[in-house]
C-alpha cells in the first residue's frame, strides 16, 4: 500500500510548486520589460535607428543599382539591381542588430543602470535573451524598413518565404550575440567602434553582397567560403531570386552552429561575470 | 526569524585587496540595523556580495533562509538597494526607471503603474515623473533610487548612504519615510557617514573596520558603554578664564564658551551647582560631538591599534 505523505511534505510540495510558478512569471515578466524597454530605445532615438538605414539604402540603390547596375548588367542572370537588393536589405539588419546591442549594453555598462539587472532575480539568461530579443527588433525592424525602399528601385519576388525569414532571423540573432559579446569585452567606446569598423564592415562587403563569388580566381573564392556572412546574404538571397552561390542547407547549418556557439559562449561570460561583476 | 544570516565571508580581489576577512552577521526580520565604518572597511563590498554585483571568496550568506548559493533568485527577489553611486539611466523619465525596475522583479505592469504612483507621490517625485531623469537635483536623485528599490515591496531594504549630500530638510523627511516603511514590517539596514542618522534611526549596530566587524550590539549598548561626553557650554557673560569648578575639567574655548569632560558617575546637577556658585550663568548646552561618534572613533582606534600590533 503506498505510503500517505505526512502534512508536512504535502506542504513544501505545495510552496516549491507555488515558488516555481511564480519565479517563471516573473522570468517572463521580466523578459517581456527587457524587450520593451530596448524597443522603447529604438523608437525614442529613431533618427539614430530607424531612418540612417533608409538614407543609406536610398544611396546604395541610387549609385550601385542603377548608375553603375545599368552598366554591369546582369549578375547571375538576375538583373544586377535584383541581384544586390537581398544583400543590401542584409547587411542593414547585421549592422543593426550588432549596433543596438554593442550600444544599448554597454551604455548600460558604461552609466552603471545595468545593475538594475543584475541585482534582480532575474537569470542571466533572459538577461542575455532579452538583449537579444532587442537587437533582432531592431534588425528586423530596419530590414523591413530597407525592403520597402528596395521595392521603389528592385522587383522583388519571393522564391521561398519559409528561407527569407528564416536567414534573417537567424543572421540577426547570430549578430545580436556578436554584439552582446563585443559590449561585455569593452572597457570604453574604441572597443566598442573597433569590431564593427575594422572587422564586420570588411566581412560584410566581402560577403558577396555586390557581387557573386563565381566572378572571383580560386583561390578568393576559396577565401571567402571562410566568411560567414557570405553564407547569410546568400541563403536569403535565395529565398527572393532562388540563386545562391553556396549550398542552402549548408548555409543554414553554419548559421545555426553559429548561434548556438555564441549564445552559450555570451552565457558563460555572464555565469562568469566577465566585465560585468567583480 | 533572520532576515540576513552572513557566516565566515571574505572576499579578495584580483589585486590582492582583501576587503573582507570572514565577516560574520546577523539580522533580525524587522530591524532598522546600521552597518557602520570608515571608508574603506568593506560594507560596499558586504552589500555587493549580498546583492550579486561582487563575488564572494568564501563563506556563506542566506537573505530571509534563501541561501545565495542555492537560491539566489529567490534570495534576490526579498532585497531592495538603494547604491552609493545613482545608477539609473539618466536619459529615462523616473515613471519609467521605477515600472521597468518592477518588471525586473516579476511585478506586472498594471501594478508596478499602481506602485509607481504611491511612491513617486510619498518621496515628492510625482511632478517629476516624466521628465529626464538626469534634470532631478540631487535629493530627487537619491529619492528617486529609494522608491526604485520598494517597487517589488522587498523585504529587506538596503541602503547605502542613502542621504549623501542630501539638505538636512528632505534627510529629516526621509527619515520619516524610512521609519514608516520600517513600521510597516521591512527590514532595514543603513550604511552612513551621518552617525547622528544611525542613532536616530538604528536599534542595533554592527561596527566593520579593515574588512572585519569588530563591534555588534544594541545601539542603546552600545551609548551605554560610553566612559565620558564632553559637553560646550555657552555661558551669558563673557569669561576671562576657565571657572574652577572642583572634580569637573573645564576648559574655556573662547569668551562665551566652556568646554567640560564628564565621566559616567559624574552628574551634570554637580556641575551646574559648581559654575553657579562660581557665578557663571549657563544659557546653552550640547554634546560635543555625536554620543555614537564617540564610540565609534574608540571602536575604530582600537580595532587600528590592534591590527598594527598584529
Known amino acids: 500500500m503506498p505510503e500517505t505523505p505526512s502534512p508536512a511534505s504535502v506542504a513544501a510540495d505545495a510552496r516549491d510548486r507555488a515558488l516555481a510558478l511564480g519565479l517563471r512569471r516573473a522570468r517572463r515578466i521580466g523578459y517581456q520589460t527587457i524587450v520593451i524597454r530596448e524597443w522603447g530605445r529604438i523608437v525614442r532615438i529613431w533618427g539614430q535607428t530607424l531612418m540612417p538605414p533608409a538614407i543609406t539604402a536610398t544611396l546604395y540603390f541610387i549609385i550601385f543599382g542603377n548608375l553603375i547596375g545599368r552598366r554591369v548588367g546582369a549578375m547571375g542572370g538576375f538583373d544586377y539591381v535584383q541581384y544586390i537588393a537581398p544583400g543590401l536589405i542584409m547587411m542593414s539588419v547585421i549592422t543593426n542588430s550588432y549596433g543596438n546591442v554593442v550600444s544599448s549594453f554597454f551604455g548600460a555598462k558604461f552609466g552603471r543602470h545595468l545593475e538594475e539587472m543584475l541585482v534582480s532575480p532575474l537569470p542571466n539568461w533572459i538577461i542575455l535573451c532579452g538583449y537579444v530579443s532587442g537587437g533582432l527588433a531592431r534588425g528586423l525592424a530596419v530590414g523591413a524598413v530597407v525592403t520597402l525602399v528596395s521595392l521603389v528601385f528592385a522587383h522583388l519576388t519571393v522564391h521561398h518565404l519559409g528561407a527569407i525569414l528564416a536567414a534573417v532571423v537567424l543572421t540577426s540573432v547570430t549578430f545580436a550575440l556578436g554584439g552582446f559579446i563585443n ?15 575594422f572587422i564586420l564592415t570588411p566581412l560584410t562587403y566581402f560577403g558577396g553582397i555586390f557581387y557573386s563569388i563565381a566572378m572571383l580566381p580560386p583561390w578568393a573564392q576559396h577565401l571567402s567560403h571562410a566568411n560567414p556572412i557570405l553564407y547569410m546574404v546568400n541563403a536569403f538571397r535565395f529565398g527572393f531570386i532562388g540563386f545562391s552561390d553556396v549550398n542552402v542547407v549548408l548555409a543554414f547549418g553554419i548559421m545555426i552552429a553559429l548561434v548556438a556557439a555564441l549564445y552559450l559562449f555570451a552565457l558563460l561570460l555572464l555565469n562568469r561575470g566577465t566585465g560585468i561583476r567583480e | 526569524m533572520q532576515a540576513l544570516s552572513v557566516r565566515g565571508l571574505t572576499k579578495t580581489y584580483d589585486n590582492g585587496v582583501q576587503a573582507l576577512r570572514g565577516v560574520d552577521l546577523e539580522v533580525e526580520q524587522g530591524d532598522f540595523f546600521a552597518l557602520l565604518g570608515p571608508n574603506g572597511a568593506g560594507k560596499t563590498t558586504l552589500i555587493g556580495i549580498l546583492t550579486s554585483l561582487v563575488r564572494k571568496s568564501a563563506g556563506k550568506a542566506c537573505i530571509f533562509g534563501h541561501d545565495l548559493d542555492r537560491q539566489l533568485e529567490l534570495a534576490k527577489s526579498c532585497v531592495g538597494i538603494v547604491p552609493q ?17 518592477a518588471g525586473f522583479y516579476g511585478i506586472p505592469r ?10 513617486l507621490k510619498q518621496l515628492q517625485l510625482w511632478d517629476k515623473r516624466n521628465g529626464m531623469a538626469r534634470a532631478l537635483s540631487g535629493g530627487m536623485k537619491r529619492r528617486l533610487m ?9 523585504r529587506l531594504l538596503i541602503l547605502d548612504e542613502p542621504t549623501a549630500g542630501v539638505d538636512i530638510e528632505i ?19 543603513l550604511t552612513t557617514h551621518y552617525l547622528e542618522e544611525a542613532e536616530t534611526l538604528c536599534r542595533n549596530i554592527a561596527i566593520i573596520d579593515r574588512g572585519a566587524i569588530v563591534e555588534r550590539d544594541r545601539m542603546a549598548n552600545l551609548l551605554r558603554r560610553l566612559q565620558t561626553e564632553t559637553f560646550v557650554l555657552n555661558s551669558r557673560a563673557p569669561l576671562a578664564v576657565a571657572p574652577v569648578v572642583p572634580g569637573f575639567a573645564l576648559t574655556r574655548v573662547d569668551d562665551h564658551t566652556l568646554e567640560a569632560e564628564l565621566s559616567k558617575e559624574q552628574s551634570l546637577n ?7 556658585a562660581c557665578g557663571v550663568d549657563v544659557v546653552s548646552m550640547r554634546n560635543k560631538v555625536n554620543r555614537l561618534e564617540e564610540v565609534f572613533m574608540r571602536l575604530v582606534e582600537r580595532s587600528g591599534e590592534e591590527a598594527r600590533r598584529a
Not at chain 1, 559590449?183 to 569598423?197: G, H, L
Not at chain 2, 545613482?86 to 515600472?99: A, D, G, K, L
Not at chain 2, 554637580?270 to 553657579?276: I, K, M, Q, S
Open chain 2, 110 to 119: 498594471a501594478v508596478a503603474r499602481e506602485r509607481a504612483e504611491r511612491y
Open chain 2, 270 to 276: 554637580a556641575l551646574f551647582a559648581g559654575l553657579t
Open chain 2, 171 to 189: 534627510r529629516r523627511s526621509m527619515w520619516e519615510f524610512l521609519r514608516e516603511i520600517n513600521a510597516r514590517g521591512t527590514t532595514i539596514i
Open chain 1, 183 to 197: 559590449a561585455v569585452f569593452a572597457k570604453n567606446f574604441d572597443q566598442v567602434n573597433f569590431v564593427p569598423t
Open chain 2, 85 to 101: 553611486e545613482i545608477n539609473f539611466n539618466m536619459f529615462e523619465s523616473p515613471s519609467t526607471i521605477v515600472v521597468n525596475q
Open chain 2, 146 to 154: 529609494i522608491a526604485r528599490a520598494l517597487m517589488h515591496e522587498p
